[in-house]
């Protein structure tokens, strides 16, 4: 049986990817903008603990950093955030609730986590001082930073 012949239709038909590599690009840009990056105030006069059943804590959003450690220079326990050295006292209670009170701005609905890094060498005498002002500002949540044992 002879076959019939098959006319030539012209050329494959092609899909244009020009648009799909631009809405790409796009969704890319739109993701890196509307992403925060967070980031741990960390203080390098900060020796956390070391921990066998520590965790990485995955919820970074309305939580406050704290580092607490014992001032070298006057022997006092000091809190630092955000570059900012305070000797534990009343004043302690006043920054914590400004902190609290600029992120309930922005996030009503989110409960504010206090994130603290405490040194080895702070009493928890003081770390209570620390938890309590931050109880009194209207923080519930209280992460202690250590690291992790191998």
């Not at 520590?54 to 000091?78: L, P, Y």
């Not at 004043?91 to 600029?102: C, F, N, P, S």
């Not at 009503?108 to 009493?123: K, Q």
């Amino acid at each position: 049986m002879a076959k019939k012949k098959v006319k030539d239709q012209g050329d494959e038909l092609n899909m244009d990817m020009s648009p799909m590599i631009d809405m790409v690009f796009l969704l890319l840009i739109f993701f890196i903008v509307v992403s925060t990056q967070s980031e741990v105030q960390t203080d390098p006069r900060v020796k956390p603990t070391i921990a066998s059943r520590s965790a990485v804590q995955k919820d970074t959003i309305a939580r406050i950093v704290v580092n607490v450690f014992k001032s070298e220079e006057s022997g006092e326990v000091t809190y630092s955030n955000e570059n900012t050295d305070i000797i534990i006292s009343d004043e302690l209670g006043l920054h914590i609730e400004e902190e609290v009170k600029a992120i309930r701005e922005t996030r009503p609905t989110i409960p504010v986590t206090l994130h603290m890094r405490c040194d080895r060498a702070v009493e928890w005498k003081d770390i209570q001082k620390v938890k309590k002002a931050a109880a009194l500002s209207g923080v519930i949540n209280v992460n202690f930073a250590s690291f992790q044992k191998e």
